[in-house]
């Protein structure tokens, strides 16, 4: 920013903003996985019992599965493993909202996986 008092018949301020447009901030630090070609056998593995897990749900809620969780969601959440409704946080896409309404039943897939 610079300033400048101008002084003509009429005194006034005359003042120069510069801006920088803000850079779109991404996620970097949280987890996401986008292929199956990225988990191991046994991260597929768990990833099939969380799909099964998902269409149980869905079928319980008369919901498509995909409402529940998308499959990136869940090859990430097999990929992170997590331990803890915390840790399920580190999830790319997973808000809040998904994490209260399914989250402990995640975390009890993943310990019985």
Do not use: C
């Not at 997590?82 to 896409?93: C, F, K, V």
């Amino acid at each position: 920013m610079n300033s400048k008092l101008v002084q003509d018949e009429i005194n006034y301020w005359s003042v120069l903003v510069y801006y920088q447009e803000k850079s779109k901030q991404t996620n970097s630090n949280k987890v996401s996985v986008s292929s199956e070609e990225e988990l191991s056998e046994e991260e597929k593995i768990i990833y099939n019992k969380l799909k099964d897990w998902r269409f149980e749900k869905s079928k319980e809620l008369d919901q498509p599965p995909y409402i529940i969780f998308h499959n990136t969601h869940l090859m990430s959440i097999a990929k992170f493993k997590p331990y803890n409704l915390r840790d399920l946080e580190q999830i790319s896409g997973l808000g809040e909202s998904k994490i209260k309404r399914y989250g402990t039943e995640i975390i009890e897939v993943l310990a019985n996986a």
